[in-house]
Every structure is written in structure tokens, then in C-alpha cells.
């Protein structure tokens, strides 16, 4: 994996940011950072959660932050349902606009 430099207001911004999270959502954003794209249901797993909801109000609020993009869709072993998987949002990427 390749770093890259970061603008200083950058790193404030997301300085600024971590601080203002929750304490389960900076555990989410760690189980993806560790792991990489996750469904819902897999960062719920990695917590150690029982319920997706434990989770996935964090998940939809840092995606709405910018924090978090969704990476793709694919069926989950569980429900058969098409999911989304989250990732975390690298510098210069861009979310969805619509």
C-alpha cells in the first residue's frame, strides 16, 4: 500500500472531523480502515455486534460526512438481499454527488 502526502488543511480538516465522531462510529472507522470495504453486516460482525443497527445509523452518517464512500454492491450470504460496501474515503476521492 502506497502513501500519500496530505494537504495541511487536510489533515485539519480530518483532525477536526475524528473529533467530533462518536465513539462507535470511530470503531467502525477503524474495523474499515483494518479490513477495507465491508457490508453493514461484516463491520457489525468485526465489532462484535448482534444486531446490523448497532452499526449501520454510523455507517449512513459518516457516508453522509464524506467520510465514508460506498464501494459497491454485492448479495449478502445471510439475507440473499444486494447490499452495499463501504469503504473509507482516500484523499482526493470523490463520493457520489447524486
Not at 465522531?21 to 467502525?28: G, N, T, Y
Not at 449512513?60 to 445471510?78: F, Q, S
Amino acid at each position: 500500500m502506497t502513501q500519500h502526502a496530505m494537504h495541511a488543511n487536510s489533515l485539519q480538516a480530518y483532525r477536526e472531523e475524528r473529533q467530533a465522531l462518536q465513539a462507535r462510529e470511530l470503531e467502525v472507522l477503524d474495523v474499515l480502515r483494518m479490513f477495507g470495504p465491508l457490508t453493514d453486516r461484516e463491520v457489525m460482525e468485526c465489532c462484535g455486534y448482534a444486531e446490523p443497527n448497532a452499526v449501520r445509523p454510523r455507517i449512513t452518517r459518516m457516508v453522509a460526512l464524506g467520510i465514508l464512500v460506498e464501494h459497491d454492491a454485492v448479495r449478502c450470504p445471510v439475507t440473499g438481499k444486494t447490499v452495499r460496501r463501504v469503504k473509507v474515503r482516500r484523499a482526493g476521492e470523490q463520493g457520489r454527488l447524486f
